[in-house]
T-cell receptor, first 113, second 113 residues
Framework: DQQVKQNSPSLSVQEGRISILNCDYT??????FLWYKKYPAEGPTFLIS?????DKNEDGRFTVFLNKSAKHLSLHIVPSQPGDSAVYFC????????????FGKGTHLIIQP | DSGVTQTPKHLITATGQRVTLRCSPR?????VYWYQQSLDQGLQFLIQ???????AKGNILERFSAQQFPDLHSELNLSSLELGDSALYFC????????????FGQGTRLTVV
């Protein structure tokens, strides 16, 4: 049973426009959420995170929104740039930071010129 | 460069064999995590060690084992290998104060033939 779901395997966005990547989760014990970016032949790279006590966190062009009642989070990238083309993974953690992260299957973002 | 080093980068072996994957965490990080990424799958958490002790266990098969040594490097041992064990294996590490933000190595691509 997938506890973290990224329902869009791929997303194509024009350069300069907004990219919105979505993630849903089922485990109400998750209290911390992260987004990782992955290029081919490299390991995932941390992008941005959000605690369950917040509903928004912003870092430059990247903003993550959390809707706890809907068990939904989204990553907004504005404006999208060619270097943003990568696979984006949503991840979640339950309780205290001691446990491993639960990852979604990823969304392949393609930025078109 | 995340500071997490994994060796080897690529490994090809036959079914039934045993292999050892190695991970050197970032300087100062006490936690080491192992993840498996199979084709079209997200990253599956296998196991976590903290300062030499097993801390959390995920979907790790009984044929797989891991350990963390006094110098904090970690090894993942995979035995009686099957074709389905072919995957990318990632190691990640984190500092006690940043437990929710693991940094990933570049991975070991294991191919079982």
């Amino acid at each position: 049973d997938q506890q973290v779901k990224q329902n869009s395997p791929s997303l194509s966005v024009q350069e300069g426009r907004i990219s919105i990547l979505n993630c849903d989760y089922t485990n109400s014990m998750f209290d911390y959420f992260l987004w990782y970016k992955k290029y081919p032949a490299e390991g995932p790279t941390f992008l941005i995170s959000i605690s369950s006590i917040k509903d928004k966190n912003e870092d430059g062009r990247f903003t993550v929104f959390l809707n706890k009642s809907a068990k939904h989070l989204s990553l907004h990238i504005v404006p999208s740039q060619p270097g943003d083309s990568a696979v984006y993974f949503c991840a979640a953690r339950a309780g205290g930071g001691a446990d491993g992260l639960t990852f979604g299957k990823g969304t392949h973002l393609i930025i078109q010129p | 460069d995340s500071g997490v080093t994994q060796t080897p980068k690529h490994l090809i072996t036959a079914t039934g064999q045993r292999v050892t994957l190695r991970c050197s965490p970032r300087s100062g990080d006490l936690s080491v995590y192992w993840y498996q990424q199979s084709l079209d799958q997200g990253l599956q958490f296998l196991i976590q060690y903290y300062n030499g002790e097993e801390r959390a266990k995920g979907n790790i098969l009984e044929r797989f084992s891991a350990q963390q040594f006094p110098d904090l490097h970690s090894e993942l041992n995979l035995s009686s290998l099957e074709l389905g064990d072919s995957a990318l294996y990632f190691c990640a590490s984190s500092h006690p104060g940043q437990g929710a933000r693991p940094f990933f190595g570049q991975g070991t691509r294991l191919t079982v033939v």
